[in-house]
């Protein structure tokens, strides 16, 4: 099982109830495509974007730490795709760190 870490963007103006089932929506598809969610986390509450998203210039990001294999990534990217209120998502393959 590899090590990734996913970001994802909603609205920061949407309201908190809002944001805290996006959060659960993700976690149930990480747990439906066979994905391990080691931690979940909100990074950055309200933060400006570069440019402005569906008319949304500000932005709560939220970082996972997940363990899968390569094959269960392009699964859940097509579950978050469907999800209108994800504004943008990102996973990179985390590096293990050797002393």
């Known amino acids: 099982m590899n090590k990734y870490e996913l970001v994802y963007i909603v609205d920061a103006h949407a309201p908190q109830s809002t944001k805290d089932d996006i959060a659960k929506q993700v976690a149930?598809?990480?747990a439906k495509t066979g994905i391990?969610?080691?931690n979940s986390q909100l990074w950055l509450e309200r933060h400006k974007m570069s440019f402005p998203i569906q008319k949304i210039v500000e932005g709560a990001y939220y970082l996972l730490n997940i363990e899968a294999d390569s094959s269960s990534i392009p699964k859940l990217h097509g579950i978050l795709r469907l999800n209108e209120q994800i504004l943008r998502f990102l996973t990179v393959?985390?590096?293990d760190q050797k002393a």
Do not use: S
Request: charged fraction near 45%; proline fraction near 0%.
């Open 28 to 30: 149930d598809a990480a």
């Open 36 to 38: 391990k969610l080691v």
């Open 93 to 95: 393959r985390t590096e």
